[in-house]
């Protein structure tokens, strides 16, 4: 069962477009929600996180948009650069008191900024 | 400063074999975490360390799987009786404290390849 959904597999966008990636999660008890971006040969880095009490958290170019009632949430990109073409994905996890929990990753989205 | 480091970068097995793989956390950090990531798919969680105490082995696939952190700090993932479907990146996380919302920050990952 795959608890976190990610789509498009991949994506081309031209220098100075936006770059959209949706996810959507079916397990209710998530309530932390980081996005990661990955160069080849590199690990996971953490780009931008939100959680569910707000429905939009912005740093710079990037931006998450969060559906609590939908169970979505997407990634925005805007005036893309070639230095962003990487893998990108997104996570979930719940926020309990027992510890940190793993994440839980989708499947990752192949984005290539065409200049 | 130093970030997480993982050795060997790259690791080949033969079918049967036992290896382990090592992880550095960032000096200091409580929480740390194994993933594995199969090619072109997300992390996938195997376990979760708080400080020594192994607090998560839910994604451990096997008992051939094993994971030890004695003094806090550097942890092994060992792998008994290596099988082909192993053949994945071993990424190691750890985050300073304890919440599921403090950053993970990875490591290179280790490649196993299983001949």
């Known amino acids: 069962q795959q608890q976190v959904k990610q789509s498009p597999q991949s994506l081309i966008v031209q220098k100075g477009g936006i770059s959209i990636i949706n996810c959507a999660y079916e397990?209710?008890?998530?309530?932390?929600f980081p996005w990661y971006q990955q160069f080849p040969g590199k690990g996971p880095a953490l780009l931008i996180a939100?959680?569910?009490?707000?429905s939009e958290k912005k740093e710079g170019r990037f931006t998450i948009s969060f559906n609590k009632s939908a169970k979505q949430f997407s990634l925005h990109i805007m005036d893309s650069q070639p230095g962003d073409s990487a893998t990108y994905f997104c996570a979930a996890s719940k926020v309990s008191g027992g510890g940190a929990d793993g994440l839980t990753f989708g499947k990752g989205t192949h984005l290539i900024i065409q200049p | 400063g130093a970030g997480v480091s993982q050795s060997p970068r790259y690791k080949v097995a033969k079918r049967g074999q036992d290896v382990a793989l090592r992880c550095d956390p960032i000096s200091g950090h409580v929480s740390l975490f194994w993933y594995q990531q199969a090619l072109g798919q997300g992390p996938e969680f195997l376990t979760y360390f708080q400080n020594e105490a192994q607090l998560d082995k839910s994604g451990l696939p096997s008992d051939r799987f094993f994971a030890e952190r004695p003094e806090g700090s550097v942890s092994t993932l060992k792998i008994q009786r290596t099988q082909q479907e192993d053949s994945a990146v071993y990424l190691c996380?750890?985050?300073?404290?304890?919440?599921?919302?403090?950053?993970?920050?990875f490591g290179p990952g280790t490649r196993l390849t299983v001949l």
């Open positions: 397990n209710t008890a998530f309530d932390y």
């Open positions: 996380a750890s985050s300073a404290g304890q919440l599921s919302t403090d950053t993970q920050y």
């Open positions: 939100i959680r569910p009490d707000v």
